[in-house]
């Protein structure tokens, strides 16, 4: 597709039959007198009260533990950088598309204009209580680490940074997938991240935490290796330091085993991507316009695994594999937060899904007739149904033995035991 057809139709999309993508809909019949004395005045007055009793008859007799705010300022909005919340409404509909398509979960899109950083976390704190979950979206860091954790404070519902966590769970699967297929133990790869923001620094904390050695590991920003000799690195950054020797992206990619592209579009060279060790993984995520192109890297270098955050390529790296399902699961078992143990049971369970064989419907889905897992299939498609019960069911398992879950495994989970 040209850049002027997707132009085109990709308004088009947004703009008919209605505009945008996501609307409401009632679930209870209204269509007598009846109906609206139980729906309306008088008899909503009854769940009212019993709410009032017992906050947790939110759950049940309202639609708070199958809805999440989808939640940003529009900072750093994909990798088109701060163009402001109102700018960033057509990406969080689209998250509250993929929520609903892909999970059920019923979603909302709220995008807030703020002074300061805790006039941010004051408006969300404040409404939080009306919904099961809350998604941060595209919100720039540093900023996003403290108010992720001051929101966590406030909040007695799950708070997820998206661009953090989700993405973290998913290129830690990827690569981990991606590697092994090249034939390379993690503990033994130089690994690259271009990127030192609220993706590169979740990203690269999770990957450490599931074998790259820190020694091994180079994480880049706009001025280069992240070193001690830097008088600029804020508190996040610092825990990367690498002093080993590289001080610019050409330097570390020379010899790298996998590089990881969670910044901006077009910033890597055809001669960073020769000097990689043979067989290479390559998972460049920025959206919607990757670190380097796949038909450069195809040309160049056929022995590299690599991966986009887009949906027109092979591999597919973005965190719709993993939100929807994620969240799912901590709904199901109403958990008060999303911790390690959750997000490495989410981490593995798409990891492991991505090896097994694909139904023939999921290949079509995406107008293939086949999916093997190998250099061109690395991890299960959004489309792939059984991500529901695989993630969900591991995320809402990890809740419970974690100690996070306020009510039981639902019986459908433990149906197929
Ligand atoms: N595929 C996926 O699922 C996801 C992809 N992403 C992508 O990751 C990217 C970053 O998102 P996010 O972390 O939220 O944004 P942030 O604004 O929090 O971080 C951006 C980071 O990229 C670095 N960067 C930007 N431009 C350059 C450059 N020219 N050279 C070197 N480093 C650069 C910044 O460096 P500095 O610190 O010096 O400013 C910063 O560390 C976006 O493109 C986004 O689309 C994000 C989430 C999910
Ligand atoms: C996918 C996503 O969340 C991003 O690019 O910001
Ligand atoms: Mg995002």
Request: proline share 6%; net charge negative; hydrophobic share 40%.
């Amino acid at each position: 597709m040209t850049d002027k057809i997707l132009h085109d139709a990709a308004l088009d999309y947004h703009a008919h039959p209605t505009p945008g993508k996501i609307s409401i809909q009632i679930t209870k019949p209204a269509d007598t007198s009846h109906d609206l004395t139980l729906a309306y005045s008088p008899g909503v007055a009854e769940p009212v009260r019993e709410i009032a009793k017992n906050p947790e008859d939110a759950y049940k007799y309202t639609i708070k533990g199958n809805l999440v705010a989808v939640i940003s300022n529009g900072t750093a909005i994909l990798g088109l950088g701060n163009l402001g919340p109102l700018a960033s409404k057509p990406v969080m509909e689209g998250k509250a598309l993929l929520f609903k398509r892909f999970a059920n979960v019923d979603a909302i899109d709220i995008e807030v204009k703020h002074k300061d950083i805790d006039d941010f976390v004051n408006t969300v704190a404040n409404i939080a209580d009306t919904f099961g979950g809350i998604n941060l979206e595209d919100i720039k860091a540093p900023e996003c680490f403290e108010i992720e954790s001051k929101l966590k404070k406030l909040c007695s519902i799950p708070v997820f940074h998206d661009d953090q966590h989700g993405t973290a769970i998913v290129t830690t699967a990827g690569m981990l997938n991606a590697l092994q297929l090249q034939g390379k133990k993690v503990e033994d790869c130089r690994v690259v991240c271009l990127g030192a923001g609220a993706a590169g620094i979740a990203c690269s904390t999770f990957l450490l935490e599931c074998g790259v050695k820190p020694e091994n590991f180079f994480m880049i920003d706009r001025h280069g290796v992240i070193r001690s000799d830097r008088t600029d690195l804020n508190e996040q950054k610092k825990k990367f330091i690498n002093d080993t020797g590289p001080k610019t992206l050409a330097e570390a990619m020379d010899g790298a085993d996998a590089f990881l592209g969670v910044s901006g579009p077009n910033l890597v060279t055809k001669e960073e991507i020769l000097s990689m060790a043979p067989k290479a993984v390559i998972l460049a995520c920025s959206n919607p316009d990757p670190e380097v192109s796949p038909a450069l890297v195809q040309e160049v270098r056929p022995d590299i695994i690599f991966g986009t955050g887009r949906s027109d390529y092979p591999n597919q790296i973005n965190n719709v594999i993993c939100f929807p399902f994620l969240f799912r699961g901590a709904l199901d078992v109403r958990a008060t937060e999303i911790n390690l143990e959750m997000k490495k049971a989410a981490m593995n369970a798409i990891r492991l899904l991505a090896q097994e064989p694909v139904p023939e419907e999921v290949a079509h889905a995406c107008g293939e007739d086949h999916f093997e897992f190998g250099p061109h299939y690395i991890m299960p498609k959004p489309v792939d149904h059984r991500l529901y019960s695989w993630v969900s069911k591991a995320v809402a398992e990890a809740a419970v033995k974690s100690g996070v879950a306020r009510a039981p495994l639902p019986d459908h989970y433990l149906e197929n035991e």
